[in-house]
């Protein structure tokens, strides 16, 4: 984010003070509140003026908390469940049984990984079809049992390699919104960080889309867009306004229900804060869903995809 650089320099400042304090043994309490005042000031005003790009960048920080990271703190019992019973086990995409409090659910999430080795482990965050159709087997199992399906999407985009296609990327991307449509059990998809191009939307068909304050979500990347609209990557920034991709814009188009609120400066920032905003709305709308007869819910969920956007003519 344009900000960090100069929220980055005051708060190495502090440490400096703070550890030649400690070890010269003198008294630098004022300077130290003195720029802890500056930086929280710096702070208010720059989380005040966010762009969408901005929300790229906080969206994309190496420290936001993943799927993992929140399946880890808001879940108990979460049983792992591997493999798409056809070709292989996609570890770009995590799913399992679990409960939140006394909650049942089936989580399943884009996992992208934080070291380079689990980076590479996780596809980046990229999944094959196999990932897909993992998660359409959760799925189905989940309505089987009549458990609520919960997702947290955090991805790019799917992996677009030659062996992804090969194996039916599209199809199975395609085949998961057509049985997310019609799912006989209560859905809810979260947007954690990036929620990019159908590799999100696979995951994305819900009966509450949320959205956690900083994350994005949209039809592809910016830099995407930028490339094949303006022929020129580097104006990533101008295709980002256009796309509107924040929370705040989607929500006002109604592409999503509703927003998560993160602690100041992003979840990267209070882990534990945006672990327990997020239960706290996922409880929230499974005790709203679970009021509604099957029925109506698969009427509402397809009414609410159908009402997205409109047509323009001449």
Sequence with gaps: MRYEKELLEIENKIKELEKFAEEKEVDLSKE??????????????????????????????????????????????????????????????????????????????????????????????????????????????????????????????????????????????????????????????????????????????????????????SVISPEGCAAILFKDGSLAEKAAKNLKISAQNLKKLGVIDEIIPEPFGGAHKDPKCAEINLKKAVLLSISELEKIKMDTLLENRYNKFRSIGFFMGK
């Design 32 to 217: 130290i509140e003195k720029q802890k005042k500056i930086y929280i000031a710096k702070s208010k005003e720059a989380y005040s003026k966010l762009t969408d790009w901005d929300k790229v960048s906080i969206a994309r920080h190496p420290e936001r908390p993943y799927a993992l990271d929140y399946i880890n703190e808001i879940t108990t019992d979460f049983v792992e469940l591997h493999g798409d019973r056809l070709f292989g086990d996609d570890s770009a995409v995590v799913g399992g049984l679990c409960r939140i409090d006394d909650k049942k659910f089936m989580v399943i999430g884009i996992q992208k990984g934080r070291t380079v080795e689990e980076k590479i482990e996780r596809n980046f965050g990229m999944s094959n079809p196999e990932g897909y159709r993992k998660a359409l087997r959760l799925m189905k199992m989940a309505e089987k049992f009549r458990i609520p399906v919960l997702t947290l999407i955090d991805t790019s985009g799917a992996y677009p390699g030659m062996e992804a296609e090969e194996r039916g990327q599209g199809e199975a991307i395609a085949r998961n919104l057509m049985e997310m449509s019609g799912l006989k059990t209560p859905i809810i998809a979260v947007v954690i960080g990036e929620g990019g191009s159908g590799g999100a939307l696979a995951l994305g068909v819900a009966d509450k889309v949320l959205m956690m304050e900083h994350a994005v979500y």
